[in-house]
T-cell receptor, first 115, second 113 residues
Framework: GESVGLHLPTLSVQEGDNSIINCAYS??????FIWYKQESGKGPQFIID?????DKRQGQRVTVLLNKTVKHLSLQIAATQPGDSAVYFC??????????????FGQGTILTVHP | DGGITQSPKYLFRKEGQNVTLSCEQN?????MYWYRQDPGQGLRLIYY???????QKGDIAEGYSVSREKKESFPLTVTSAQKNPTAFYLC????????????FGSGTRLTVV
């Protein structure tokens, strides 16, 4: 089956630095991507999404970049704060057939922000 | 406030028992999903339902069962056939079959004792 993978399982940064979390996906037919943040013992929270007809989308302190040529997705967090410490998941959706309407999640990256 | 509620937060199961995890949403979402999360791993899809009275197996459905009698509710039963049920279970819902954006519950941590 298709899979979504992450290059770095852990990332440690200093408060105030910018963070970049990467994700590789394998299905070129995927048309929608989401980044989620999950704090310990809680459910994932939506951060930002991007559709395959875009290559960049910005939110508040976050930017998602999509490179369809190399099937790569990244999440950039500006001025990282201790409250950003969490596990970050990317997820992809691929349309068509019985898989329509299901997200596939990557393994996750643990982001630790040091004061 | 609209949201998705999972209960209980913690659940303990004895060997050979069936247990049912509750998931209720008041977001008027059509689709609902159950995921399992193990330490150091991502989310794996157990079952999903896109409309009432219909549901589909996900990637790891063996040992689990669901029902979707109401739009608001999607309970998950972990049966005795599930040999390794200890995990964090997450329920999610989405607006329509295009699934653009899930809302997750806060999870149920199931432990076998």
């Amino acid at each position: 089956g298709e899979s979504v993978g992450l290059h770095l399982p852990t990332l440690s940064v200093q408060e105030g630095d910018n963070s970049i979390i990467n994700c590789a996906y394998s299905n070129s037919a995927s048309d929608y991507f989401i980044w989620y943040k999950q704090e310990s013992g809680k459910g994932p929270q939506f951060i930002i999404d991007i559709r395959s007809n875009m290559d960049k989308r910005q939110g508040q302190r976050v930017t998602v970049l999509l490179n369809k040529t190399v099937k790569h997705l990244s999440l950039q967090i500006a001025a990282t704060q201790p409250g950003d410490s969490a596990v970050y998941f990317c997820a992809e959706n691929y349309a068509g057939g019985t898989s329509y309407g299901k997200l596939t999640f990557g393994q996750g990256t643990i982001l630790t922000v040091h004061p | 406030d609209g949201g998705i509620t999972q209960s209980p937060k913690y659940l303990f199961r004895k060997e050979g028992q069936n247990v049912t995890l509750s998931c209720e949403q008041n977001l008027n979402h059509d689709a609902m999903y159950w995921y399992r999360q193990d330490p150091g791993q991502g989310l794996r899809l157990i079952y999903y339902s896109q409309i009432v009275n219909d549901f589909q197996k996900g990637d790891i459905a063996e040992g689990y069962s669901v029902s979707r009698e109401k739009k608001e509710s999607f309970p998950l039963t972990v049966t005795s056939a599930q040999k390794n049920p200890t995990a964090f279970y997450l329920c999610a819902s989405s607006m329509d079959r295009a699934n653009y954006g899930y809302t997750f519950g806060s999870g149920t941590r199931l432990t076998v004792v």
